[in-house]
């Protein structure tokens, strides 16, 4: 592990100008890239102390041994280099969007002498306009026929077109009307061109222009009793109206904009994106990104996002408006950066109201749906989570699959409040009804070593206690189900893999824990945030998976589980703590009255909003005990303005609210678990 002192530019080398800059590890990858309208304030940020830092964050730093930058003149050049930089060096710790399946486009091959149409998937190409991309290519399908009698162009290979030049007979679409036969002739080039031309403006949004147009030729034809011509008409306004309907209207005004929604959680961003064009929608795409950059915010996710989208775009490709939840991070030098490549101003707005709210409502249900069905699909996919399981197997040489895993984190703040979890994963999937809190009580101040021996001990004694009045020879199934609730006891099944997080201290501290248990058998691994490296205990060197291991992923959802779920009791614990502290000094003031105000008002933050009138209306308060609980928050909430520093969460680097989470319990969805004290 890398000591970031040891590579931090000299004092007042960092220059106060905006600009880009890498980090890079000791074989010079480049393994991140940033960009900061200030340089020195922004690279100063990395080198403080690390517990102050997002554990992603801690591990980047730690893997890095250099860090140098590159003074722009202004924040849209920073935007342009950051951009060429991540793509040239394809930095690990930069979020990276994926699709999350392959999207069919259509597109026209303007770059040909006869342009086509075609329905494909993958990477675009210089020449070609596409359209898109859809959820469906056998909608793409449907809809270039109707057009294709409307406009008909051509739609064959290139081998095709070449044989029917040379025969000199057109195909069947050049008989029933759905290709202009430039085959053999019997359109110019310049004609097939302007058929093409009206196929591209019709796909953008000019369709109103159009079918009026087309009306008007059509009456026109009838009233000159060219009946067949106006019959052929009629036919090409229904084929446009069927199409039409396809796309219903979504915006009235007729507005191009494309509407950028994101879900995500600790581990993953979902996006969806919705293209609408002349008011209709014409596109659809998703994409999944791993939250490599653990301090990224929304406004970040944004950002980089609209960034790796629209670079390297047409002109056209670019709308006039993008909606997005939330205004991303340097937005004017994004505009600016935009309306460059589009030759005409850009607009990045967040809806408020109307069609267009409604509209992002949806767009956002759509990511979350994305989001959802992505971990469903890799965390229930039976075939992968017996893949994971037989790499994780093979990796760490265990006699067998590891069906029960269980994984323990411990979790402070500044060594107060030390708490710890133990998370659950039989089969691969979360058990949450198995999952256990524990508050730490033999160790003083912050020892995650000590807290892991204490926490591993007090758990498999228990087991060893369930187990010990099992006779000789008796099924011991029968002895760990609770005759009362027909579930199985506490602790009562044996691990087939302990899990700790963190590197060979940690693991030594379990395995000797254990080992003085007389459960030497049962095998123990920790895995590490710096390189994701898994340690076996007494081995040297740790074990490295593939960065696209199935098996490295579920012990990344294990550990980050338990990361998560000591985070949730540890915070919970802190503002308990926190309002008993506060309410201790209201004399008179019992448990009974202290459990309504919690009840009542939730939060700490809410109960210093309150006035006396408010307080006195709880059921047992009276005017003075009121007077007496706002004086004491209030006078607790200055003192704490004027002499103490913020609250920072060391594992996640968050500065925490002095009203902290609920105070009523665990978050709305949260498992519930059980506290072992």
Known sequence: MADPSSYRPAPGSIPDSPGVYRFSDSSGRVIYVGKAKNLRSRLSSYFQDLVNLHPRTQTMVTSAAKVDWTVVANEVESLQLEYSWIKEYDPRFNVKYRDDKSYPWLAITLNEEYPRVMVGRGPKKKGVRYFGPYSHAWAIRETVDLLLRVFPMRSCSKGVFNRHRQIGRPCLLGYIGKCAAPCTGQVSQDEHRKIVEDFSAFLSGQTATYVRRLEKEMKAAAA??????????????????????????????????????LSEDPLEVAVQIFYVRGGRIRGQRGWIADKADGDATTADLVERFIQQLYAGENADAIPREILVPTLPAGEEALVEWLSEFRGSRVAIRVPQRGDKKDLMATVERNAQQTLAMHKTKRASDLTTRNLALEEIQAALDLPEVPLRMECYDVSNLQGTEVVASMVVFEDGLPRKSEYRRFVIKGVDGQNDVASIAEVLTRRFKRMLEDRAGIPDGEDPTAYLIDPDTGRAKKFAYTPSLVVVDGGP????????????????????????????????????????????????YLLQRLRDEAHRFAITHHRNRRSKS????????????????????????????????????????????????????VLAVNSAATKADTSRAPSVNTATGEILDDDGPELTGLRHGEPTGRTEN
Not at 590 to 610: C, I, M, Y
């Open 578 to 629: 926190m309002v008993e502290s506060v309410l201790d000094e209201v004399a008179g003031l019992g448990e009974v009255r202290r459990k309504t105000l919690l009840k009542h008002f939730g939060s700490l933050k809410k109960l210093r909003q309150a006035t006396v009138d408010e307080v006195a209306e709880l059921p047992g308060f009276g005017r003075r005990t009121a007077e007496s609980v």
């Open 505 to 552: 201290p940690q693991v030594a501290a379990a395995r000797q824990a254990m080992d003085e248990l007389g459960l030497g058998d049962i095998p123990v691994c920790g895995l590490a945030k710096r390189l994701e490296e898994v340690w076996l205990p007494d081995d040297e060197d740790p074990v490295i998976f593939s960065r696209t291991s199935e098996g490295l």
């Open 224 to 261: 000159e009793l060219e009946y067949e011509r106006a019959a052929k008409i009629r036919d090409d306004l229904s084929a446009l109206d069927k199409a039409l309907a396809k796309n219903a209207v979504v915006l009235g005004d007729g507005t191009d904009t494309d509407v950028i929604a």
